[in-house]
T-cell receptor, first 111, second 112 residues
């Protein structure tokens, strides 16, 4: 079973601060996805990264896929209260046809 | 939003009783999945389907069975519910195995 470890598990910051969430594995992933989940709802896809070293930006969110395709990071600039939620990374490996989810990072942004 | 509904949304049942959760999609996507979400474990795959009557096990399939008799419906059955199956269950769909997954709103199941 491939494991995806996310850090930190919990993060509480004030509005306007910057933060980075990490997703690490010992396995190589053919693609990696980031989801955000709000309380009482299912996860919603934010981005998919495929190429090692790839960087994608979604407004104030920057996603990076590691060169070796074993890790990824999510950086949020000037966090807002609307960024509050559970952030999940998930990856496909070449040998498995199933998406493996990380343990999640719960982010709380306060005024 | 992808057309995925789950029913029921909340259920409380007693240990030993059978329970069936339903996932219904209007997107005609080939792949459908059942996950459970528990604190500290993230989302874990229970079973998935790659077509009508074509299903396979995930990493936590013990105690669960599934059926897919129509493209749009994927049923998850707990034959004899146990307290360890108290969880939030999510259904998801995708066009292909490597594409993004769209999730339903979840079913909160409590086994007493």
């Amino acid at each position: 079973t491939q494991l995806l470890e996310q850090s930190p598990q919990f993060l509480s910051i004030q509005e306007g601060e910057n933060l980075t969430v990490y997703c690490n594995s010992s396995s190589v992933f053919s693609s990696l996805q980031w989801y955000r989940q709000e309380p009482g709802e299912g996860p919603v896809l934010l981005v998919t990264v495929v190429t090692g070293g790839e960087v994608k930006k979604l407004k104030r969110l920057t996603f990076q896929f590691g060169d070796a395709r074993k890790d990824s990071s999510l950086h949020i600039t000037a966090a807002q209260t609307g960024d509050t939620g559970l952030y999940l990374c998930a990856g496909y490996t070449g040998t498995a046809s199933k998406l493996t989810f990380g343990t999640g990072t719960r982010l709380q942004v306060t005024l | 939003d992808a057309g995925i509904t789950q029913s029921p949304r909340h259920k409380v049942t007693e240990t030993g009783t059978p329970v069936t959760l339903r996932c219904h999609q209007t997107e005609n996507h080939r792949y459908m999945y059942w996950y459970r979400q528990d604190p500290g474990h993230g989302l874990r795959l229970i079973h998935y389907s790659y077509g009508v009557k074509d299903t396979d096990k995930g990493e936590v399939s013990d105690g669960y069975s599934v059926s897919r008799s129509k493209t749009e419906d994927f049923l998850l059955t707990l034959e004899s519910a146990t307290s360890s199956q108290t969880s939030v269950y999510f259904c998801a769909i995708s066009v292909t195995i490597l594409y993004e997954q769209y999730f339903g709103p979840g079913t909160r199941l409590t086994v007493t």
